[in-house]
């Protein structure tokens, strides 16, 4: 029409012409305006929390200090924290996430295969992937998650059936869905996948089923296996004659509970590994039994085992050491030290050369019955009677440990390592169970002694001396993690529902608030986002942002 | 007489599991203790034994006479069938300590081929004692504290189902020494104030920064941890020793028939 000759023709279309130039020139603008949707590179998990409007790792950072440098919520305004907004996730069962934050949207997964992105400013979901998990899954621990992995603008996620699928961060579709193991033999996974280089390691749970764990890497745009680490070692391979002969060691469990750190300068991932199975029963499993209860450092691009530590050799007290291994460069004895710090379920504190794998020190942060001390060549000195057998033997501490899967925190400032202790005492019952395929395989159980008081605490230890440097306790324990900050404060849970801020140097209680149901695995991340600090806290299936008052 | 409730109860119990399972699984699941492959197996009843001593005996004692929670072997002496066990295994009972679990069903069924080993007693004569002489006992020596059904104090345990959750042993020991053992959310505080006042309770719930408690005129309430000076743990029961000479053993005898009767409607828990 507009190439008519008519002059009111032409006026229009002139008209119209000088319209869509506008609308184009319009949106040439505003697309030059409109940043892209940000992508997740190697040198962004490199770097930490260096932004500190990301959090794009497990624990924060790749050495597992769960330490924010920010410093707008301090501890003289920490008690006006105010309640910004709460998301519910409408399922059943407890949050154990450390969310991914990025351009303020929060990448979560909660109970039962579920992860959302949600608005970081209202709480507001804009997607949800909902993983339909077989009804005949059966796994020891419920069907919790820990977190996502982040790389370019992929999401991975572990899930409860074994398997490790890549969601389009856009629109929480799936990319691949690749199997680990088989859920019907026990198998599950709870890990946020750790994302290194070109790869996303992830690790096997499932120990309470006489499984045989492992960690695996994947490249991260195929989904193609590129490694796996066995944590028990098989007939002819190095720690094969810490089992017995037969085939003790391919349902001798050594589960990956939770997330590992990396050392980019030696090229090493660190995990502990869980305890060995069957959990009580010593005659089942003669031996050290290589490399459960252990710390292991492979070689990040080969799955190489470079060192190995064993903390509990021939666990038979379930103590997983399956707590995130803290790297940090510190000063012993006026030397330069790198070393990786461990608290252990076992009860006992560890600095340890991150280089050799040779302990440096290592002392009791709770009270505990099993070993006397921690002898020169790194082998616990074990105390006699503490063998579960068929009557029972009084332990301390219980199956659930001087700690757990719950994150500690370091603030390289203060030089200090934070933790969530339990101070508890079991009764250990151990008998032979027959095993069979996908059934539970514990061989034993325990009780808690009849005058028995457990409780929690948070504590602050100086890794140079392995000792306590202060405490703040609670009436009942806790699963709740530790977040530090620069300003010097400590965010920590109880057991009773509590989020709480302390001051770092002295352990004073400076801010509580009751979310009504206690965290588990964390105490929440911090981000900035619009020049404000954020607290975001997971307890219970609500998810609750803080901030301080706008002004 | 005291039968009929727990046929209610067990009836009760069907009907509840089988609303369950009918939304979890095939309605038709049948009760695998219907057919027991551990009945009688050496193996199977040593693995119920070591089962039973972690999961059970804590509160139905190593032999299964009973501790705190019923004798099992009167229970199946008095004609408890496996598949009933197994029920209230699976599903606990309403109202008491005894939980649910979700352990698997071979666990469940090693535990009774033990309990089945372990053989059982003679069925106990029903009720034992002067029952109405208990009721009176009971009347003028426990109700300011204890309630049953809409009658009775708050301070102590309501008693209205403590003959579905104690044995016969647990209650004697429970009335002559009542300090052994204190359920949780019944062990006694006092309170101190800043101004010094002191406010003796029944400690509810505890964190820490607040606890909550009931005083001696039934009030509930909550105080900050930061408005009191002190937090005194009393490690005595507030429940007074009944001893020979405040309660024969005949007496005794006759309250715990009382009290054995007691198997009355839901209560709340705690």
């Not at chain 1, 949800?128 to 991975?156: A, M, Q, S, W």
Request: net charge neutral; with cysteine; proline share 6%.
């Amino acid at each position: 029409m507009w190439r008519s000759g008519n002059r009111e023709s032409r006026v229009a279309a002139e008209d119209f012409m000088r319209a869509v130039l506008i609308v184009a020139i319009c949106s040439v603008t505003l697309a030059a305006q409109q940043p892209a949707a940000p992508t997740v590179s190697s040198q962004d998990l490199l770097d930490g929390l260096k932004d500190p409007t990301k959090w794009l790792t497990y624990s924060g950072n790749y050495s597992g200090h769960r330490h924010s440098p920010l410093t707008q919520i301090t501890p003289e305004n920490v008690n006006q924290l105010t309640a910004q907004w709460t998301f519910q996730t409408g399922t059943l069962g407890s949050f154990q996430t450390t969310p991914v934050v990025l351009d303020a949207i929060l990448y979560v997964t909660g109970y039962n295969g579920n992860a959302w992105a949600i608005d970081a400013r209202t709480g507001r979901q804009i997607w949800r992937y909902r993983r339909e998990l077989p009804e005949d899954l059966r796994n020891c621990c419920g069907t919790v998650n820990r977190g996502l992995g982040v790389l370019g603008d992929r999401l991975f996620m572990a899930t409860a059936d074994a398997h490790l699928v890549a969601l389009d961060m856009r629109t929480g579709g799936v990319l691949y869905d690749v199997q680990l193991a088989d859920y019907k033999l026990g198998y599950s996974a709870t890990v946020a996948p750790l994302v290194v280089k070109d790869k996303v390691i992830v690790g096997i749970a499932g120990a309470e089923f006489g499984i045989r764990a492992f960690i695996d890497a994947y490249d991260v745009q195929s989904g193609k296996r590129a490694w796996r680490f066995y944590t028990t070692a098989g007939p002819g391979e190095p720690g094969g004659n810490t089992w017995p002969r037969g085939d003790a060691y391919l349902r001798g469990g050594g589960s990956i509970w939770v997330t590992g750190t990396y050392d980019p300068q030696q090229n090493l991932v660190f995990y502990g590994t869980g305890n060995p199975g069957p959990d009580y029963y010593s005659n089942a499993r003669e031996g050290d039994n290589l490399y459960t209860a252990s710390l292991v450092a492979l070689d990040a691009d080969t799955g190489q085992l470079r060192w190995h530590y064993q903390f509990t050799p021939h666990d038979v007290h379930d103590w997983d050491s399956t707590q995130v291994p803290v790297l940090a460069d510190i000063t012993i004895n006026g030397q330069p030290r790198k070393v990786v710090m461990f608290a252990n379920r076992n009860g006992f504190f560890y600095t340890i050369d991150r280089v050799t794998g040779k302990v440096i020190v290592a002392k009791p942060f709770v009270e505990t019955t099993w070993a006397k001390e921690i002898g020169s060549d790194g082998r616990p000195l074990l105390l006699p009677g503490h063998l579960p057998d068929e009557e029972g033997t009084k332990t301390c501490p219980d199956l659930g440990g001087g700690t757990n899967f719950m994150s500690p925190s370091y603030d390289p400032t203060a030089g200090l390592f934070f933790v969530t202790a339990r101070e508890t005492c079991a009764t250990y019952f151990g008998f032979d169970q027959k095993f069979k395929p996908g059934e539970q395989f514990e061989a034993g159980g325990t009780q808690r002694p009849r005058d028995q008081k457990n409780f929690g605490a948070l504590r602050a230890i100086d890794p140079v001396t392995a000792t306590m440097k202060w405490e703040f306790r609670y009436p009942s324990v806790s699963a709740a993690g530790v977040l530090t900050t620069a300003s010097g404060l400590v965010f920590a849970g109880d057991g009773d529902g509590n989020v709480m801020a302390f001051d770092s140097r002295t352990g004073k209680n400076l801010w509580h608030y009751n979310l009504g149901y206690p965290m588990r695995s964390t105490a929440g991340t911090t981000y900035m986002l619009d020049g404000r600090q954020y607290l975001l806290v997971p307890s219970g299936s609500a998810l609750t942002a803080f901030a301080l008052p706008q002004r | 007489m005291c039968r009929r409730p727990m046929v209610w109860l067990a009836a009760l119990w069907l009907v509840n599991s089988a609303l369950v399972l009918a939304q979890v699984q095939d309605p038709a699941t049948k009760n695998p203790a219907a057919s027991n492959p551990h009945l009688g197996k050496p193996e199977s009843i040593r693995s119920g034994m070591m089962l039973y001593r972690v999961r059970c005996a804590d509160c139905h004692g190593l032999d299964a006479s009973g501790y705190r929670g019923p004798d099992l072997m009167a229970a199946l002496a008095g004609g408890a069938t496996d598949e009933r066990i197994f029920q209230t295994i699976r599903k606990g009972v309403p109202g008491t300590e005894m939980p649910p679990t979700t352990a698997p069903d071979d666990d469940l069924l090693q535990i009774i081929a033990y309990l089945r080993k372990l053989g059982s007693v003679a069925a106990p004569d029903t009720p034992i004692g002067n029952v109405e002489n208990g009721a009176r006992l009971f009347a003028s020596q426990c109700t300011a504290c204890h309630r049953v059904g809409s009658r009775g104090g708050r301070i102590g345990p309501d008693l209205s189902r403590i003959g579905v959750s104690r044995s016969r042993a647990a209650l004697v020991r429970e009335v002559r020494t009542p300090s052994e053992w204190i359920p949780p959310a019944f062990e006694a505080v006092t309170l101190v104030t800043k101004q010094g006042e002191r406010i003796r309770g029944i400690k509810k719930n505890e964190d820490a920064f607040s606890i909550q408690i009931m005083d001696k005129s039934e009030r509930i309430q909550g105080y900050l941890k930061a408005n009191l000076q002190e937090v005194v743990y009393e490690k005595a029961s507030w429940m007074p020793a009944f001893g020979t000479d405040r309660l024969s053993d005949n007496d005794l005898v006759d309250l715990v028939g009382y009290l054995s009767t007691l198997r009355g409607s839901d209560v709340a828990v705690r």
